[in-house]
């Protein structure tokens, strides 16, 4: 694998489910994330981001980090879609998977 184009995907993975307006990552966090599992640093996460940017992704940086703006949800409207799926006929297990599986796909920061 292009281990350049696997550290973009890694960064643009953490910046759209590790990130919000209310809590922006810093590059070093965002190095140290990726470091587990592939040799990064923030320079290198750095110049990575200002390609996403240039490459028109949505990502705002702000004094406290970068975040990627125009989520697909707002917090509301995923604790909205949670509690319906809480209070629905399904089985507790499959309440439960489902309620993982929506939270996966989204930020971090909007479990409820």
Known sequence: ?????????????????????????????????????????????????????????PIVKTSKGFYMSNKTFTKDEVAFVLELVRHSELNEEAKIDLCDRLLKSLSRYYAT
Do not use: W
């Open 1 to 57: 694998m292009n281990s350049k184009k696997h550290l973009i995907i890694l960064i643009l993975r953490i910046l759209e489910t590790d990130s919000d307006r209310e809590n922006p990552i810093t590059q070093t966090k965002i190095a140290e994330d990726i470091s587990k599992q592939y040799p990064c640093d923030r320079k290198t996460v750095g110049r990575n981001i200002k390609f996403l940017i240039n490459t028109g992704f």
